[in-house]
């Protein structure tokens, strides 16, 4: 997540208290996108989160799968799933004022598909819709971390 420029969008609305909601259409670098999908179901994906709403602080990321319309299998809410990196793209390159950076580009596979996450929804077919939140905070870290600095 905290690569996608969508998802980073919708996480400075949900900060700035503006319900928000990430968008994106799962492709294969070597295909056209099947943006049908994504005409066909977002009405009704939107009309759902409208009539559920967002809670302050958080924002939600759907993922429609790269497939036609007609073979989506249904909508899931998951939790975010965790990529492996294997097959990870990071190129180097300069900037218009050539500064150097890394690029961390595509996956060219997906062998993380633990059920119930949104790589297993999509991987399946289904539309995946996963509420996130801007608090990162790990309760549990923070827990051990008070004890050490008392």
């Not at 996108?33 to 994906?45: D, G, L, R, Y």
């Not at 302050?56 to 990321?61: D, H």
């Not at 989506?72 to 218009?96: A, F, H, S, Y």
């Not at 399946?124 to 905070?137: D, Y």
Request: with cysteine; aromatic share 8%.
């Amino acid at each position: 997540m905290t690569y996608s420029g969508t998802v980073a969008a919708t996480m400075e609305a949900a900060l700035l208290g503006v319900p928000a909601i990430a968008f994106s259409q799962v492709y294969a670098r070597t295909e056209v996108v099947k943006w049908e999908t994504t005409a066909h179901h977002i009405q009704e994906v939107m009309t759902r989160i409208a009539g559920s709403g967002i809670e302050p602080g958080s924002y939600i990321n759907v993922n429609f799968p790269n497939c036609q319309s007609d073979c989506v299998q249904g909508m899931q809410v998951v939790r975010q799933g965790k990529r492996t990196l294997n097959g990870l793209e990071i190129l180097e390159g300069n900037d218009p004022r050539q500064r150097p950076f890394l690029w961390i580009g595509d996956y060219k596979s997906d062998d993380a598909m633990e059920e119930g996450t949104d790589l297993a929804a999509i991987s399946q077919n289904f539309i995946s819709i996963t509420p996130l939140q801007t608090n990162f905070t790990d309760p549990q870290q923070l827990e051990r971390l008070k004890t050490a600095f008392e």
